[in-house]
């Protein structure tokens, strides 16, 4: 892709589309904001409560004791055992919904499913592995099998508890245990627990009106169901060969399967509220070569070279060098001119680039996209990083089949309603055999519907209650009031686009700090208010009051256009100096061995270390 220059926006240009991108979004805006889409409970759970992957293997509900409790078996359940493990902790129980390691790898199976994230960086624990990826981006089946290493690296798979649901995590103050409760029946004990539910656990279902209506076959992309169309995630769907398919989203998923789909599909319907950039992807085999020169702690490096670069920090070399990292161009263009980028003129220079890359990305969906209308359609009208960028080299090439159409919903806010027999969009019905929900996972409403675990701390004190007006930690992990308890997300820590560099630091603290428990034999591990709050006013003073997301077209990153109007959203929770610099904080934390912000308790003790 040709490269388009700063110089070639004139003012008068830039005007012009920063009047685009404002009209794009404010057509898009519904007043309901996240009301929009429907909860994953009562008569929707079977979006989440079915796996079409495993049969339920029958069992006796347990009534026992563990040390340590994590919930979730993705990457932050499965990172922060590796590291327990590693520390030398015992007593690891991992409890994961799924039938098996890899969290949303193992569910989302649909077809074309690919980390946007290069395999080098996203995948964890390579070096401890010893395994390399096959290719740059890494496929999901291969993501998945990755989890499994892991867990087989580890011994986690005999520690762990499938197919089972945490629904409550109690605090009992007398027994200074946590009483966990699941939808096997189970009643477990346990002195520490560990919260790793993932950001991508649970499914958004548009609030479509008519959504029970529809009389033909409707299924989420992470519960994929290839009885229906055939095939597996490589494609060959023979048996959508005469069936109607509607896919209602395109984002990161939907760029995905929608090329297999058209393939096998005899008519495909993708309904578009906001388009996604679509960049190149030029995914490409490893060189066999390339492990053999690296050195012990290539991952970190390649990591912090990756988010060194998204940052605007200077680096000697693009280490990834992809279209995540275009903005080193920037950078090194204010160096070669002799200038240090300091960050109100980055700032400013970054805010030319970034119309540039995204006229590259419009201009692409001229090249390749036949059709001037869809072309047009096809375009994303707002900053590269309003949405989640996405890279695909066949999903607009999909466009030119005559058997796909685009059906843009943003004059009418999305799908009308659905009806037994179809959608109905723009005033028009489009009867479709089947409907596909690639409408990703919930990631910015309350915290209660977002985790699906009821947590009860001390004297009975309910976590959503102590979240009530934002969430509260101290570096993300821990919370006042609740002893012994873990939290492994993305709320609160260093900003990145890497979810396993975003989280390592976070399971290394965490398991650093139950190790100590352990070693020393204390009763209660607790963060105090003061290092709590005192988080929070960093966290505070490093947002903004008007969040810039505000200006973005609606989506996940901003609360669908209302960043400022709730507590809920991680992204206006972040900490503002990056990855790096938090899992950097976070080190040098754990190096002066003094756990600042802490109090252990043993049996009988009033507090201290």
């Known amino acids: 892709m040709a490269e388009t220059s700063n110089s070639v926006l004139d003012n008068d240009y830039i005007e012009a589309l920063r009047e685009k991108y404002r009209e794009e979004r ?68 991992l409890i994961d919904d799924a039938a098996d390691f890899g969290g949303t790898w193992y569910w989302n199976r649909y077809p074309g499913i690919q980390c946007d994230i290069e395999s080098y960086s ?36 005999d520690k762990v508890v499938f197919q ?49 209506d529809f009389e033909g076959k409707v299924f989420h992309t992470c519960r994929w169901d290839y009885d229906y169309t055939g095939g597996d995630v490589n494609g060959g769907m023979a048996k959508l060969a005469d069936k109607r398919v509607a896919i209602i989203g395109t984002g990161a998923t939907a760029i ?23 960049d190149l992807r030029g995914n490409a085999p490893t060189d066999p070569d390339f492990f053999k020169t690296l050195e012990p702690g290539w991952q970190d490096k390649r990591r912090e070279n990756f988010n060194n670069v998204l940052m605007g920090v200077p680096v000697e070399e693009d280490l990834v060098n992809d279209r995540w990292t275009v903005r080193r161009r920037l950078v090194e263009r204010m160096m070669a001119q002799g200038k240090v980028p300091d960050m109100q003129s980055l700032m400013r220079e970054a805010d030319l680039e970034d119309f540039a890359h995204m006229e590259e990305i419009r201009r692409r969906c001229d090249e390749v996209v036949e059709n001037p209308e869809t072309a047009e359609l096809l ?56 409907i596909v929900l690639a409408t990703g996972f919930e990631m910015s409403t309350g915290f209660k519907r977002r985790i699906g675990v009821e947590v009860a701390g001390r004297g009975g004190v309910s976590l959503y209650d102590h979240w009530s007006e934002g969430m509260r930690t101290m570096h993300g992990h821990s919370i006042h009031g609740f002893p012994n308890f873990f939290f492994v997300g993305l709320s609160q820590i260093g900003v990145g686009p890497n979810f396993t560099s ?27 208010a003061e290092a709590e709050q005192a988080w929070i006013e960093t966290i505070r003073a ?18 669908e256009g209302q960043a400022s109007k709730t507590v809920s959203n991680y992204t206006s929770m972040l900490y503002a100096p990056g990855c790096n610099a938090f899992n950097a904080l976070l080190a040098e934390w754990r190096a002066n061995g003094e756990f600042a912000g802490f109090q252990f308790r043993r049996s009988n003790d009033q507090g201290g270390q």
Not at 72 to 77: A, C, I, L, R, T
């Open 542 to 559: 490093g947002t903004p009051a008007v969040s810039p997301l505000e200006q973005c077209t609606p989506g996940y990153f901003n609360n």
């Open 164 to 212: 089972t649901r945490v629904i409550e995590c109690r605090w009992d103050d007398k027994a200074k245990r946590w009483i966990l409760r699941t939808n096997r029946g189970d009643e477990m004990r346990s002195r520490f627990v560990v919260l790793g539910s993932g950001l991508a656990s649970r499914p958004k279902l548009p609030g479509i009106p008519g959504f029970d």
């Open 379 to 434: 375009k994303p009208y707002y900053q590269r990083f309003c949405k989640r960028p996405t890279f695909n080299d066949q999903y607009l090439a999909t466009f030119n089949r005559p058997n796909v159409e685009l059906v843009d919903t943003s004059w009418s806010h999305g799908v009308e309603r659905i009806t037994k027999n179809g959608l109905v969009a723009n005033g028009k019905e489009y009867e479709v055999d089947c």
């Open 26 to 93: 404010d057509r898009r805006i519904r007043p309901e904001g996240e009301e929009q889409y429907l909860a994953v409970s009562g008569k929707y759970a079977e979006f989440v409560d079915t796996d079409p992957f495993t049969p339920v293997t029958p069992r006796e509900p347990l009534h026992d004791e563990v040390e340590i409790a994590i919930v979730g078996g993705g990457w932050s359940g499965l990172v922060t055992a590796a590291r327990l493990v590693e520390a030398g902790a015992t007593g690891i129980r």
């Open 502 to 528: 975003m989280i390592d630091g976070v399971c290394h603290t965490v398991s650093h700090i139950i190790a100590e428990a352990q070693k020393r034999d204390l009763e209660e591990v607790e963060v105090t």
């Open 122 to 157: 996203y995948l964890p624990l390579l070096e401890e592995t010893g395994y390399i990826p096959k290719e740059k981006y890494s496929y999901g089946s291969e993501i998945a099998e990755h989890a499994r290493r892991i867990g087989e690296l580890y011994g986690l798979y």
């Open 256 to 278: 995905q399967c929608v090329p297999f789909v058209g393939e096998s599909a005899e008519k495909l319907y993708v309904f578009q509220r906001t388009p996604s950039s679509v």
